[in-house]
T-cell receptor, first 114, second 111 residues
């Protein structure tokens, strides 16, 4: 099964540290999404890439968050100067082609801020 | 702003009974509505979706209905089984790329 993979699965860090997560989408998928999910809530949209271009970014995404998809394949999400409120599950999803196609999610990276 | 409301937040049914989860969306331009099932500690998995040009879609024991006028869509699971126990999320596509998710429904199927 060559689904969406995310690394690491878990990350524990101290407040104020920087963290970086990686997402490898399904190989032929040109669209990539990042979401944040907190306990008891649905996934919250963070940002969207079509190939290497970041086409949409949530207004909720502070300037401490940055995402890249340099070659249109894998993507990284970096959080600088982490805060307690950043503790959450960070989910990546990908989809293929033009128009509206179903998204396929990865298992996520669970971030815990001490 | 865009919003998706989902009800109920928890739902318990006896095995073999039906379960219905309802969502309401705010953006009248939304044209795609997926439903996801998420088991504890696992990834959300797409179980069914519907586009705005269709009123109903069925896949075995799962069906989704859409009322565009009321901006309302529902998930129906018939003949529920214990393995249907999970959290279910509805979502609506808002704008060109963004998806708004509901807050989830925890379904418990009692054997």
């Amino acid at each position: 099964d060559t689904g969406v993979s995310q690394d690491p699965r878990h990350k524990i860090t101290k407040r104020g540290q920087n963290v970086t997560f990686r997402c490898d989408p399904i190989s032929e998928h040109n669209r990539l999404y990042w979401y944040r999910q907190t306990l008891g809530q649905g996934p919250e949209f963070l940002t969207y890439f079509q190939n290497e271009a970041q086409l949409e970014k949530s207004r909720l995404l502070s300037d401490r968050f940055s995402a890249e998809r340099p070659k249109g394949s894998f993507s990284t999400l970096e959080i600088q100067r982490t805060e307690q409120g950043d503790s959450a599950m960070y989910l990546c999803a990908s989809s293929f082609g033009q128009g509206t196609q179903p998204q396929h999610f990865g298992d996520g990276t669970r971030l815990s801020i001490l | 702003g865009e919003n998706v409301e989902q009800h109920p937040s928890t739902l318990s049914v006896q095995e073999g009974d039906s379960a219905v989860i309802k969502c309401t969306y705010s953006d009248s331009a939304s044209n795609y509505f997926p439903w996801y099932k998420q088991e504890l500690g696992k990834r959300p998995q797409l179980i069914i979706d519907i586009r705005s040009n269709v009123g109903e879609k069925k896949d075995q024991r799962i069906a989704v209905t859409l009322n565009k006028t009321a901006k309302h869509f529902s998930l129906h699971i018939t003949e529920t089984q214990p393995e249907d126990s999970a959290v279910y999320f509805c979502a609506a596509k808002a704008g060109t790329y963004k998806y708004i998710f509901g807050t989830g429904t925890r379904l418990k199927v009692l054997a």
